[in-house]
């Protein structure tokens, strides 16, 4: 696809002021709610159907005991072998011509199966409306050749978005100018995702990141094995009768019934 | 209704029965539409593919119900095989596939019938209950909910494939089984070549119901 962007994520840029956040909610219209204090600066707790993109806060300490504060900005990955997409039952989710994992909401059933799909644990349900919600990469802004709002306003860089090769070669120039455990996350499972990470430490080391993220076993069974196969049978069978009634016969009693045309002496007992 | 058909099912049975039969179907033809996004436009004549969730959800809830009392109506006659007669008659496929010389004789349901008795009841189970986790998957881990959508898919290849075989053999396949589940009344020779066993039975035990014949014998499945 040669519209195909990348929003690369530098979480080694990122100083966790959450002005990401904050144009999201902004530009996509979405409301605050009532939150709590659970002892984190990160708020909300957790993705919520009004908040697609949120900065973690993660306290880490290192093998030789030095402390660190660890910014990932979570939502949607925008996979390329989308899980959500493969098992959306309405077309709500869509790729987009940006490669992007686009949400036409007015289509999406709350079924919630792409809830159960995502190996990111990203799409919310919102009891009310009861549909689910999840970043589209300001699919709109995107398409009026702007940056997501996320992207336009980061202040420090740690957010970029561009053509997909610039970016995944920027993303390994960035790691290897970083040296150590600095690493690219992204590119190498679910066909590659539309959002990469420069990440600082492991991918093991970040909460609620998968190391291995992959579209489920049992999503392929379900959509690329059992999928075709419940028409297969059905043809099979359909096909299997009329082989049978033409070749073998239906199965009749041996003599004629009152019913049925025949010896006409045993008709009308 | 005229003289000498015999009665093979009660009303009971045939409600019970259609009530599972119709509900199946719609639960068929609105799953489909949210299987094949190419058949989306099911939803279209529902006022929209959220409507048709939720038509399919509470047909569930009624399949669910005709389930429970079929399978508490026919689990004696359909659900148990009597051996060996029944492998027997496995072994020859009935004799529908190939001349087979002496079909062994069946009761009132042949394995053939038992089978897919057991299909319907085993898988239709399944359904139900996949169906129900499918429909609150909030409130599972999400790698038990992705295992029930597995099993609900299953379900579907198995009972899509089975009702044709169903609509074949109830219909065309086999004159004269139709009227058996819609009014009840068959001929002598029909339950003759398909269930000899089951009218020597009733004549036997004198539960045969004629029509037009004065005797009626109290029948039916203690309901």
Known sequence: MEKELIKLIDTTKCTACRGCQVACKQWNEMPGLKTKQWGSYQNPPDLQWNTWTLIRFQEYVSDKGAFKWLFRKDGCMHCTDAACVKVCPSGALHHTEFGTVGLNSSRCIGCKECVSACPFDIPRYNRETDKIYKCDLCYNRLRGDESPSCVKSCPTGALTIGRKDAMTKKAYARAKELGGDANVYGDKFVGGTHVLYVLDEKAKVYDNLPRDPSVPFSIIVWKDMLKPLALLAAGGVLAGSFLHYILHGPKLPDEPGPNEPGKEEKGGE | ?223
Not at chain 2, 136 to 154: E, K, N, T
Request: charged share 15%; hydrophobic share 50%; glycine share 12%.
């Open chain 2, 1 to 223: 209704m005229r003289k000498g058909l015999i009665q093979a099912t009660d009303g009971f049975e045939r409600i019970v029965h259609w009530s599972l039969a119709l509900s199946c179907i719609a639960l068929c033809i609105t799953g489909l539409g949210m299987m094949y996004q190419s058949l989306n436009f099911i939803g279209d004549m529902m006022g929209g593919l959220k409507s048709l969730k939720y038509v399919h959800n509470f047909t569930g809830v009624f399949f669910g119900v005709a389930l429970y009392f079929t399978i508490r109506m026919w689990w004696k006659e359909a659900g148990i095989f009597s051996m060996p007669e029944d492998l027997e008659w496995i072994r020859c496929a009935g004799g529908y596939l190939w001349h087979v010389d002496k079909v062994p004789e069946t009761g009132k349901y042949n394995p053939g019938q038992k089978m897919f008795f057991l299909a319907v009841a085993g898988f239709g189970a399944i359904m139900f209950l996949t169906g129900l986790m499918m429909w609150f998957p909030l409130s599972f881990p999400a790698m038990i909910v992705r295992l029930m959508y597995v099993l609900h898919a299953l379900g579907f290849v198995v009972i899509f494939a089975f009702f044709f075989v169903h609509l074949y053999l109830g219909t065309i396949g086999s004159p004269g089984s139709l009227d058996a589940m819609l009014t009840g009344w068959v001929s002598r020779a029909w339950l003759k070549k398909q269930h000899p066993k089951w009218l020597k039975e009733m004549e036997e035990h004198g539960t045969l119901v004629v029509y037009g014949e004065e005797k009626t014998a109290a029948k039916g499945h203690g309901h």
